[in-house]
């Protein structure tokens, strides 16, 4: 009887159902999505920042020529 359970069961877990399969494609996909955009943001928070430091250093370059 412990055989017949075990067959059994190794019939119906063959393997993943193409729903499942496309829901973990979607939720990977949607994970994958946000990572992107949170990456692309700091990139574009990084460049602005660094634009600001030369502008700053320009201004306080310009001062001293100045004085």
Do not use: C, P
């Amino acid at each position: 009887m412990t055989h017949r359970r075990v067959t059994f069961m190794h019939r119906n877990q063959r393997g993943f159902t193409l729903i499942e399969l496309l829901i973990a494609i979607a939720i990977v996909g949607l994970i994958a999505g946000g990572i992107t955009a949170a990456i692309s943001q700091v990139l574009t928070i990084n460049t602005r920042s660094s634009n600001h430091m030369i502008a700053v250093r320009q201004v306080q370059q310009a001062g001293k020529e100045v004085s």
